[in-house]
Structure formats: C-alpha cells, structure tokens
Nanobody, 122 residues
C-alpha cells in the first residue's frame, strides 16, 4: 500500500532553519506531483508548496515565498521542504501529499502522510 512518511520536524527558534522530508513507498514516485500542506493550532489545513513530478515546476503560497524551498529526489522517492527564516506563525503540523498532476487544493490529493510537527518559539 502507499505510504508517505514525514520526518525532520522539531522545536526551533525564530530565524532558524529546518528541513522536513517525506519518504514515499508503494507508488511510482516519479508519476506523482508532491505537495506540502500545514495545519496550525486552531487553523484549517493550508497549502504550502507543490512540485511537479519531474521537479521542473514549483509553486508556493505567498507567506512562504523566498523562505521555503521544495525539492525532490526521484531516485530516493523523497520530497523535501527547506524552511528558512522561520517565524512563530509557521508553527504547524506539516503534511506531505501525492497526486497525479499539480494542485493546491487539499481535497484533490489522494495520499497523505501522518505529519511532522514544526514549532517555532523563543
């Protein structure tokens, strides 16, 4: 069965950096666009970033542009999200998701990971 497993979350201070990863199995990884969503305390799940199946196209929500970078390694079946210049409002559970074709809408994604907690606090 398809599994998406996130890792790399943690507690960091404002301005710090962190990289979260999502390892996929049970699917032909290079056929799928991969996205990151997040859900902060008391908030709805929101789109963060997406990368095309070949890595040539990426999109970001406005609040993370210039700070976060999405990338993928199809040889390792893994997608990454580099989080730089973190702010307290970035605190959330970060989820990866997979679907055929790029989308920023959570309900269009078929496969989801369990999430990894990122907490930004001084």
């Amino acid at each position: 069965q398809v599994q998406l497993v996130e890792s790399g979350g943690g507690l960091v201070q404002p301005g710090d950096s962190l990289r979260v990863s999502c390892a996929a199995s049970g699917l032909t990884f290079s056929d799928y666009a991969m996205a990151w969503f997040r859900q902060g305390p008391g908030k709805e799940r929101e789109f963060v970033s997406v990368i095309s199946r070949d890595g040539m196209s990426t999109h970001y929500t406005d609040s993370v542009k210039g700070r976060f970078t999405i990338s993928r390694d199809n040889a390792k079946n893994t997608v990454y999200l580099q989080l730089n210049r973190l702010k307290p409002e970035d605190t959330a559970v970060y989820y990866c998701a997979a679907r055929v074709g790029i989308s920023a809408f959570a309900d269009e994604y078929v496969y989801w990971g369990q999430g990894t907690q990122v907490t930004v606090s001084s």
